[in-house]
């Protein structure tokens, strides 16, 4: 197998989700760089990774919920990224409302209904238990549903 | 209302305008690949010169006894002279792909200038390199490239003491029979008696290390089990049940060097002959005089 080729097949989803983890498109660029620097290096040298996809998209993952939450401590107060950005894109209030989720919630999600992954390939991974990855949806989904509907709130009494 | 609907089409619209320029991004990552080998190959450098130079006082000047396994002289190549690089096997460094047939000198993965003694073999047809192993090439009917087994030559500088915890590294000591031994104990993986054993015309040991078939690495760091690693961060691992690396660790000319051909149980019992017969016909050269 290519290291090109898995570059390429692998890149933009990986992307993707360290994307929808942070919420800043420069730094997940930065995320994803890097894990990938690290797959390009493990795979000129003489290490063997079975499935190196699989081995980039969880660099990836956890340097990104590491630096979610290095974000959050750092930055509690403010958005991740500027309001403009936001602003464009298509569904504001879902990315919203994804932003107050914990990270490895985001990354949860991210991973079952972006990249309609199954459960234990999220589990695996995220390195935690199926029945962990299914706590974080059901919690995500009830967080998300409960954020959406005060926006709708909030617009419905603007329109009044 | 379920929420689900909207998370998928929600997210799937969210990330729409994330189109990477991949062939930018394949650039910038290989140029800053490259940056970070010749940094790090520069810090091995220098750290290799300091070695050979304190090895070389240390057993001259002063007389001291490293207690290093010896080479064997009637076996071991002549001196090296000051002959420049002109002729003689190709250095594999720097190829990734398919190999013409021939003789290539291997790359000493630890060796940072390419300073220390190294090993050729001849790479018959089918031969490919992976710049820092050479591997057997076999082809699928229609043709495709299915790389079996490895042959790579190691200064191995440490060592784990659970092959599970990348960060349990320690130094096994000097000598050829510290390495072997310390590989041997290690657990997660069966190992036979290092046994002596002649390679190139220099005595060492020779142990088959296996990783068990029911291993289960989902704990481990990085989900592999870590064995070693040289003096650059290249490391011994493996994630694979059933891989099997075959070591020879010999004494060449004050320095410890390490021969090992990985399969794994996908590769045939032919393949597996074919690499440990390179391996086993593995010629000692002098970087400088590469033909002596």
Redesign the interface.
């Known amino acids: 197998m290519e290291f ?1 080729w898995v ?2 097949s692998t ?2 989803s990986v ?2 989700t360290a ?2 983890i942070l919420h800043d ?1 420069g730094r ?2 930065e995320v994803t ?1 890097d894990a ?2 690290r797959l ?2 493990r795979w ?7 499935h190196p996809e699989a ?1 980039v998209r969880k660099v990836a993952i956890r340097s990104a919920i590491r630096q979610a939450k290095l974000s959050r401590l750092r930055f509690s107060s403010s958005s991740p990224e500027e309001p403009t950005a936001w602003d ?4 504001v209030d ?2 919203r409302a ?1 932003s107050a989720l914990p990270a490895q919630q985001r990354a949860a ?2 991973l079952f ?2 990249e309609d992954r199954p459960v234990d390939e999220v589990a ?1 991974l995220l390195e935690v238990s199926t029945s962990t990855v299914k706590q974080h949806l059901h919690r995500a ?1 009830a967080r ?2 409960d954020l ?1 509907a005060e926006q709708q709130e909030e617009v419905s009494g603007d329109v009044d | 209302m379920s ?2 609907p ?15 320029n ?1 062939d930018h ?2 650039s ?3 140029r ?2 490259h940056r ?2 010749k940094v790090r190959t520069a810090a091995v450098g220098l750290l290799a010169a300091a070695v050979v130079a304190a090895v070389v006082w240390l057993s001259g000047a002063s007389g001291v006894d490293l207690g290093l396994d010896r080479p064997d002289p009637a076996k071991s190549p002549p001196p090296a002279s000051s002959t420049p690089f002109t002729k003689g096997p190709i250095p594999i460094a720097g190829r ?1 792909g398919t190999l013409d047939p021939g003789p290539y000198a291997m790359i000493m ?1 630890g060796d940072g200038d390419d300073s220390l003694p190294r090993a050729a073999v001849d790479v018959p047809e089918g031969g490919y390199s ?4 050479y591997v057997i090439d076999t082809r699928t009917a229609k043709g495709e490239p299915v790389q079996r087994g ?1 042959l ?1 030559f190691w200064l191995v500088d440490e060592v784990t003491t659970d092959p599970c915890k990348a960060d349990s590294y320690v130094d096994p000591g000097p000598s050829v029979r510290d390495l072997a031994t310390a590989l041997a104990a290690q657990p997660g993986r069966t190992a036979t008696d290092p046994a002596p054993v002649t390679l190139g015309g220099h005595r060492g040991l020779y142990v088959e290390l296996t990783v068990p078939e029911d291993s289960d690495v ?1 704990g481990c760091t ?3 089990l870590t064995f070693g690693r040289s003096n650059d ?8 049940p059933g891989a099997v690396d075959r070591l020879w660790i010999l004494q060449v000319r004050g320095i410890r060097m390490v021969a090992v051909v ?1 399969t794994t149980p996908d590769d045939t019992q032919d393949t597996i002959a074919d690499l440990v017969g390179i391996a086993e016909s593995t010629t000692i050269i002098n970087p400088a005089n590469p033909q002596s």
């Open positions: 090109e570059f390429r890149y933009p992307l993707r994307y929808l498109r997940a660029e760089q990938f620097l390009c290096e000129h040298g003489i290490i063997r990774i079975d081995w464009r894109l298509p569904d879902l990315a994804i999600v991210a209904y972006l695996s989904r998300l549903a959406l | 929420i689900e909207r998370l998928r089409t929600g997210l799937t619209a969210n990330t729409e305008h994330l189109q990477p991949l991004e394949l910038t990552l290989l800053r690949a970070r080998l990734v993965i992976t710049n820092g192993g490895i790579s989902r990085d989900r592999q961060p290249y490391y011994l691992a493996s994630s694979i990985t």
